[in-house]
């Protein structure tokens, strides 16, 4: 932490003197030239208030603070809010401000421009006449600017559906302000290089339907306004190439940390200059025991030109540099080190234009000079972010934004003190009167105040990958999502990831809004196994095998698991164990498979119940006598972690040889601390001379009796491996992921996941051969059903580069309009007449509407790579629950995002079949009540058509058809000029549609020739 004196004068250089003021002004700060950017705005969109503060601060990052923490220096920041008011002040909507400055764009280039201004930006929530006032608060006292009722300006209807939000009416799901599901699957942004490369990215990622998209706004990624590390191991942007802080004696007086610079190592900018316009490059440099060379040592230089080399040992120098490049362009510069032996250190670097002659200059071109990045934001940084957000929002992408690293030194060297030590995670997880926690609290007051008001924004993540078992970052997080939310008239969503689980005593506890898992799925080999809710039963020697097929797992001396397709209960497969003879009392009595994670809920009960088979079993005997082969259900804390208790249940099998028999368990409760089942299948073994033993278990169930739910996924065991079968995967870990969140009314995120091959990287990865893309198409259509994990794809291969892009957008094509957060909305829980067809899919028996994704199990990414001849399927699909009546099918092909077919199709005692035929790979179809043939009417029967008047609308329908309407929904459109008025359709036994705008009755029988009135109420705009 720079000193006050060092902080005025150095730290902060790009701070321009007449905001950092340090005469201690007698008078409240004050406000001039306060404007609005316009006297109108769209709902949710964006206005902006903008002015000149004069303030005692000496840093305008800093909110105001009398009492900070250790080595904050008190008071010396500010607190700009924008008041705002729709009710003349009867209330108010407070927005945090933040300093801007502009900045002209030359492609990758920018220019600053001007001097900084405090902006406060405000999306308002409802139209109207809103007023605007500004209040700044210093060490000075508080003024609030103008006197009187404020700004005035209007806020109209707009095609904006707003913030993002977990629905109320169904956790599993995002949702939009005015209820408009928000519906992943989407992608991991692996840090992109340039403003323009991200840019083209979310032109690509609108343009095909990917909606949800995570990235780093870190010093790992691009850009990064705040904190930082050593670039030569994070790989950041900003500082190329051997960019190393020190925190020792090399930095200056009041410094925490400087650049350093050991023999041969050079580090620079690429900074975009105007041609003709002088420049001048300036900073501290400083070295220890440098020996060179003549000519050569600690150099600062630009573009082909050299400064004074510094050698020997030398205190903190002040070197300045004039550059007049011939034409626009990039030039590079920065400080190398050219000497044989000894240390350099560099800080508080500058590059500034003049175009007076040198009576005033710029504001600094180079982006983070200052390696106290803790201190402050870096505005050119700052400017670049907005870019990318207003990029998301033109293309329809919402961002899940990683604000910060867990490695990030320029906060993890802080001690709770505020001395200097080594970088620890807990330095950066903090606590709350750590003065981390405390600068990284005034970055989550900018990041809110300058990107808070885009709709674009997902939720912000406060690192990547943590800690999932540190009380101190499960409190860092909450403490994020706590401030976030106290600050932000939005309430942008707030989380955290983890290295590995799902810690649920911090979820059950936290105010992070939603559960996120970091877990790729792959082989059992050594290296990219994964954990989750899945169970091993083959082996996987070598890269060079054909590993379509499967093998035999063989546990050494116990035994061997295995997929049977010999013997089923129903349908082709079987688990089967074989458990070797040679078991004594002292150990190696059993062998089995597992464990299969799922949650669960202390308030529920649970049953567990499966077939099995035996050939042969036994147990060791003697004080072993009692041994059974066995499911076993034990209980832990948290999901991926070995911390089991007691009280768990098991599901005891029979010994000797006996054909399929019914087992079952039911009515368990398990102990009030546990959070995660993990389900093992376990039989016994014999002695030596008994001979080998054969279990074999299909159609395990374990089921939520509460909810009447089956958690156990596939567990007759029809599917491939879940990294051949990628549908299948999704929906393992999209029930694992609900099964936490729906206990604490959470959505869950599968926040990184791939298929790892069973090498680690390269272009000979399988996936590559790929061309067809069925792998990433059958996990982003398995989010058709109830299982929605949110998946964000990590490509870990180069996989996306094919052009695949559109699966995203053809599954976004089928299910925008399908109001699945309605809550409503159910497994389809389809009956299938033909094992090899999958059905995933949901109901919503209110409205009278299903949709389904149907799938070939066998046609997967890796038996059409493997040249696998995989036969088309057919058979019959029945969903029941619907009621009787004329529905209609619409048969869409997920190749190319479009509807291939109509038909209508009649539902009977409460059912109705659809036939497939010859199905290749996937299809998906849209099922609806037969639009009856109803001629409606829309009269205003109460109020006047006046803006702000409450309106009461007749819907009156007639039908026109030939025969009687069964069930028929009588749907109308609010009109264009108008705003719904909650519950009013509702009070007539009808329902409103966010996404669509309309209010629907369904009436069950309108005769050939009857009319009928229904009725609502709306608001003029």
């Not at 629905?167 to 692996?190: I, K, Q």
């Not at 340039?194 to 990622?205: G, P, Q, R, V």
């Not at 529920?604 to 004080?623: D, F, M, V």
């Not at 409103?992 to 705008?997: A, G, I, L, M, S």
């Amino acid at each position: 932490m720079k000193s006050m004196t060092r902080l005025l004068i150095v730290g902060l250089m790009s701070i321009p003197s007449f905001l950092v003021m340090g005469q201690h002004i007698s008078a409240a700060p004050s406000v001039t030239r306060l404007s609005l950017s316009s006297d109108s705005v769209g709902r949710y969109e964006i206005i902006e208030l903008r002015a000149d503060v004069t303030t005692e601060a000496t840093n305008p990052f800093w909110p105001y603070d009398p009492e900070p923490p250790p080595s904050i220096p008190p008071g010396v920041g500010v607190t700009v809010d924008g008041l705002f008011s729709d009710d003349n002040w009867n209330t108010t909507i407070t927005v945090p401000g933040f300093l801007y400055l502009d900045y002209e764009r030359y492609g990758e280039g920018f220019v600053p421009v001007g001097r900084p201004e405090w902006r406060v930006r405000f999306a308002p929530p409802r139209t109207g006449t809103w007023r605007a006032k500004l209040r700044v608060t210093d060490a000075s006292g508080t003024t609030t600017h103008p006197e009187g009722s404020g700004l005035t300006f209007e806020c109209t209807a707009s095609q904006n559906h707003g913030f993002v939000r977990v629905s109320e009416r169904d956790p599993r799901y995002f949702e939009l302000s005015d209820g408009t599901p928000l519906l992943s699957p989407g992608v991991n942004v692996a840090s992109p290089r340039s403003i323009e490369d991200m840019e083209s990215k979310l032109s690509l990622f609108g343009a095909n339907g990917v909606r949800l998209v995570r990235w780093w706004m870190t010093y790992r990624g691009l850009p990064s306004p705040f904190g930082g590390g050593d670039v030569a191991t994070a790989g950041g942007p900003q500082w190329t190439f051997s960019l190393s802080m020190d925190t020792g004696g090399g930095c200056k007086p009041g410094d925490r940390y400087s650049a350093k610079l050991t023999p041969g190592k050079s580090t620079y900018q690429g900074v975009y200059l105007l041609g003709g316009r002088s420049y001048r490059f300036a900073g501290y440099i400083k070295g220890v025991s440098v020996a060179a060379p003549t000519g050569q040592g600690i150099v600062p230089y630009i573009g082909n030109q050299n400064g004074t080399p510094i050698v020997g040992s030398t205190d903190w120098t002040r070197f300045e540099m004039y550059y007049t490049p011939s034409s626009d362009g990039f030039v590079r510069l920065g400080v190398k080190h050219t000497g044989t032996e000894g240390t350099g250190y560099f800080d508080d670097v500058e590059l500034r234009y003049t175009t007076d002659g040198g009576a005033s200059w710029s504001e600094n071109c180079l982006v983070k000079g200052d390696f106290d990045f803790q201190n402050y934001i870096d505005l050119q940084e700052a400017y670049k972010a907005d870019l990318i957000f207003q990029a998301a929002k033109q293309h329809g992408v919402y961002l899940k934004v990683v604000i910060t690293e867990k490695q990030d030194k320029s906060l993890g060297c802080i001690a709770v003190d505020g001395s200097t030590v080594e970088r620890s995670d807990n330095n950066f997880y903090a606590s709350q009167n750590h003065p981390s926690r405390w600068l990284q609290q005034a970055w989550w007051r900018y990041l809110t105040a300058r990107w808070g008001a885009f709709t674009s924004v997902h939720s912000w993540e406060l690192c990547n990958e943590g800690d999932p078992f540190n009380d101190n970052h499960w409190n860092a997080a909450s403490a994020l999502a706590d401030y976030v939310h106290s600050i932000d008239p939005n309430r942008h969503l707030c989380t955290t990831s983890f290295w590995h689980s799902i810690p649920m005593d911090f979820w059950k506890n936290s105010s992070c809004d939603y559960i996120d898992l970091h877990e790729y799925v792959g082989p059992k080999v050594s290296g990219t196994e994964s954990h989750g809710p899945r169970f091993y039963a083959w082996y996987d020697p070598g890269i060079n095998d054909n590993n379509s097929v499967l093998v035999p797992y063989v546990v050494p001396d116990r035994g061997e698991l295995s997929f049977d397709s010999a013997s089923a209960k129903s349908g082709k497969r079987s688990y089967r164990i074989v458990a070797y003879e040679g078991a004594t009392e002292a150990g190696n009595t059993w062998v089995g498979a597992g464990p299969y994670h799922i949650g669960i809920d202390p308030s529920h009960t649970y049953k567990l119940r499966c077939w099995a088979k035996g050939e042969n079993i036994s147990n060791p005997g003697g004080g072993l006598w009692w041994a059974r082969p066995r499911i076993d259900v034990v209980c832990s804390r948290a999901y991926h972690e070995n911390d089991y208790m007691a009280g768990g249940m098991t599901v005891a099998l029979s010994l000797g040889t006996y054909g399929w028999t019914f087992f079952e368990s039911t009515s368990w409760t398990p102990p009030a601390n546990a959070n995660t089942a993990n389900i093992y299948i376990q039989c016994t073994r014999g002695p030596t001379g008994s001979g080998n033993g054969t279990l074999w278990v299909d159609k395990i169930e374990f089921i939520d009796e509460t909810t009447g739910k089956n958690l156990f996924v596939d567990g007759d065991f029809e599917g491939d491996r879940i990294d051949f079968d990628t549908a299948l995967a999704v929906e393992k870990y999209g029930v694992l992921l609900n099964s936490y969140g729906l206990r604490v009314g959470k959505p869950g995120v599968w926040g990184e996941t791939s298929v790892r091959e069973e090498i680690p990287s390269g272009s000979s990865a399988r996936v590559l051969q790929d061309t067809e893309g069925v792998q990433l198409k059958k996990m982003i259509w398995a989010h058709a059903g109830p299982a929605n994990p949110n998946m964000l794809y990590w490509d870990l291969y180069g996989y996306l580069a094919k052009n695949i892009w559109h699966h995203f957008r053809n599954f976004q094509n089928f299910i925008s309009g399908i109001p699945v957060s309605n809550g409503n909305y159910r497994d389809v829980d389809a009956d299938v007449s033909n094992d090899s067809i999958r059905v995933l899919g949901q109901k919503d028996t209110v409205n009278r509407r299903a949709h389904l994704w149907i799938d070939n199990r066998k046609y997967t990414w890796r038996n059409i790579v493997d040249g696998v001849n995989v036969e088309p399927v057919s058979g019959q699909v029945t969903i029941a629950g619907l009621a009787d009546g004329l529905y209609q099918v619409e048969w869409w092909d997920t190749s190319t995002g479009a509807v291939m077919r109509k038909e209508d199709v009649q539902c009977a005692q409460g059912k109705i079949t659809l036939t497939v035929t010859n199905l290749v790979s996937d299809v998906a179809c849209k099922i609806a009540p037969a639009p009856p043939a109803l001629s409606l009417r829309l009269t205003v029967i109460e109020g006047s058509i006046t803006p702000g008047s409450e309106v009461t609308i007749a819907v009156d329908y007639t039908n026109t058809g030939a025969t009687e309407a069964l069930n028929a929904a009588v749907t109308a459109r609010v009109p264009a000029e108008m705003d719904y008025i909650e519950g009013s359709a509702e009070a007539t036994g009808g329902s409103y549609d966010p996404v669509e705008k309309s209010v629907t009755w369904i009436v069950e029988r309108i005769a050939a020739g009857e009319t009928g009135r229904r009725i609502f109420k709306a608001r003029v705009r």
